[in-house]
């Protein structure tokens, strides 16, 4: 008995295709957490430091006559730098995909400037003064994020303080504040709160705490560099904000479309902050 199945009409039955997905990205974090600058242009921006001034007994009757020298030196320098990200798309490509490829295409650009620029900060880290992690191969451990802070209120770094550390990281001190209430009783809510709901933005041990997946990760040993700062450590300095722009090639039928930024990052008070290396082994 003949028997008309679907692989015989097959090829003449169009593909169902579902609307791309992006590729996932981290949201863009640690712009908000560092000391913002902005300017027009392209010139080396100088951030001057001020010498600290100590008081001194003085006896009665005596005209003090040794002042401090109250001048300025340079601490560090901002030289802004471009990026760009750019995809080019044929008329072809344009005209038959199903959605709209160009801003489809214009969103993930963006995506990428975003990225580019949480990476930069968040590579920053290993420029803070000290190391206060249990170092490579180590797993991360509350009692080493709280020396870190230590160290910072030692420096007097001012509130607030951040942590920001790779989601491995964090998983580590997860596992850690999950240990019977006896060793945590001192925790109470918090670390019940992080058995709930797997992450505490803060405050915890006296600091707000942020998980960024935009920190690197070596690949032997598979460490991670996190971060403990106060936001006057890091600097990001904007220049120019990300522009998109598309250009036809007529000869080519396709569209150019290119998004630029220009910014500078850097380290800005290195002893208001201390960098944290640790294991990041997939849990």
Not at 18 to 26: H, K, T
Not at 82 to 87: G, N, S, Y
Not at 221 to 244: E, H, I, K, M, W
Request: aromatic share 10%.
């Amino acid at each position: 008995m003949a028997i008309t199945k679907y692989a015989d009409i097959s090829s003449y039955i169009n593909t169902i295709y579902e609307r791309a997905l992006f590729v996932a990205r981290e949201q863009n974090l640690m712009t908000g957490l560092v000391t913002p600058y902005s300017a027009r242009g392209w010139m080396s921006r100088v951030l001057p430091i001020h010498p600290e001034i100590t008081a001194v007994a003085v006896a009665d009757a005596v005209d003090f006559n040794q002042p401090t020298t109250f001048g300025k030196s340079t601490e560090m320098t901002l030289t802004p730098d471009e990026i760009i990200a750019q995809v080019l798309l044929t008329d072809r490509a344009i005209e038959t995909d199903p959605d709209n490829l160009r801003n489809d295409a214009a969103l993930e650009l963006g995506n990428a400037i975003a990225t580019k620029i949480d990476i930069d900060l968040a590579s920053d880290f290993g420029g803070l003064a000290a190391e206060k992690g249990p170092g490579t191969g180590a797993t991360a451990t509350l009692a080493k994020f709280s020396a870190a802070i230590a160290y910072l209120r030692n420096n007097k770094a001012p509130s607030p303080i951040y942590i920001v550390l790779h989601p491995y990281h964090w998983h580590d001190i997860w596992m850690e504040l999950g240990q019977p209430a006896a060793s945590y009783a001192m925790l109470g809510d918090l670390a019940n709160q992080a058995m709930r709901d797997y992450f505490v933005a803060g405050p915890l041990i006296g600091a707000r705490w942020f998980v960024n997946a935009n920190i690197a990760v070596g690949s032997t040993p598979p460490d991670a560099v996190s971060g403990v700062f106060n936001p006057q450590a890091l600097a990001f300095d904007s220049r120019r904000a990300p522009r998109l722009e598309a250009e036809r090639d007529a000869s080519l039928r396709a569209w150019e479309v290119n998004i630029t930024a220009g910014y500078a990052h850097g380290v800005r008070r290195s002893e208001f902050g201390v960098y944290y290396t640790a294991d990041a082994t997939a849990p």
